[in-house]
C-alpha cells in the first residue's frame, strides 16, 4: 500500500506516538533534547494534541502506510488566528514535523487540495529557517518566503521563517 495524506482523529495511542515525533523532530531542529522537549510540551504535547482535537478550526493531517503514521502538521482555519493576513481566505500550516521530502510533498499537495476544496485563496506556513529540507522542497513547490511578525516572541534557539502560496 503507498502512504496517503489523512486527517487523523486525536486518540491516546495517536496524540503519545505524535509526541513521541515531535520530541524526537524537534530535539534534532533544535540541536538540544531539553530545547526540543521543552518545546513540544508546550506545543505538542498530548494535552495540547486533545485541544486541538477539541478546536474544529484546528485539523491534523498525517501520513499513513498501512497501519504505521508517520510526518504530520497542522492545519488552522481560524479567522481570529489568520486575521493579520491579507489574503481573503487564508489558511495556515504550522507544527510539521517530517521525516523526508516525500513525506512534506504529500502532505502539501493534500493541504493545497484541501484548501481549494474549502475555496481558500491562500496558504501561509510558519517553518524554523534551520529545517533547510522543508524550506527548499516547499520553495521548489511553489511557497516564497514572506515578512510576518507575530505577537507572540518565542524563547527558542532559532528563527521562523514564514512562506506562503495563493490558491487559484
Known amino acids: 500500500m503507498s502512504k496517503k495524506a489523512q486527517f487523523v482523529v486525536i486518540i491516546i495511542d495517536t496524540a503519545t506516538d505524535m509526541e513521541a515525533k515531535a520530541k524526537k ?10 530545547i526540543g522537549e ?5 506545543k505538542l504535547s498530548i494535552s495540547e494534541l486533545f485541544k486541538v482535537q477539541n478546536d474544529f478550526n ?14 504530520f502538521l497542522q492545519l488552522n482555519s481560524s479567522r481570529i488566528f489568520n486575521e493579520k493576513i491579507e489574503a481573503s481566505k487564508p489558511i495556515c500550516i504550522e507544527h510539521i514535523v517530517h521525516l523526508d521530502v516525500e513525506e512534506i510533498q504529500l502532505l502539501f499537495n493534500r ?3 484541501i484548501a481549494k476544496q474549502r475555496k481558500h485563496d ?3 506556513v510558519k517553518i ?5 529540507i522543508l524550506k527548499d522542497t516547499l ?10 511578525s507575530e505577537a507572540v516572541a518565542e524563547n527558542l534557539p532559532v528563527k521562523k521563517l514564514f512562506l506562503k502560496k495563493e490558491i487559484h
Do not use: C, P
Open 128 to 132: 524554523f529557517e534551520t529545517d533547510l
Open 58 to 71: 484546528i485539523e491534523v493531517l498525517m501520513i499513513h502506510e498501512n497501519e504505521t503514521s508517520s510526518s
Open 111 to 113: 493541504a493545497e487540495e
Open 25 to 34: 523532530f524537534y530535539s534534532n531542529l533544535f540541536l538540544s533534547e531539553e
Open 139 to 148: 520553495i521548489e513547490m511553489g511557497y516564497i518566503i514572506f515578512n510576518y
Open 38 to 42: 521543552q518545546y513540544v510540551s508546550e
Open 122 to 124: 491562500f496558504i501561509w
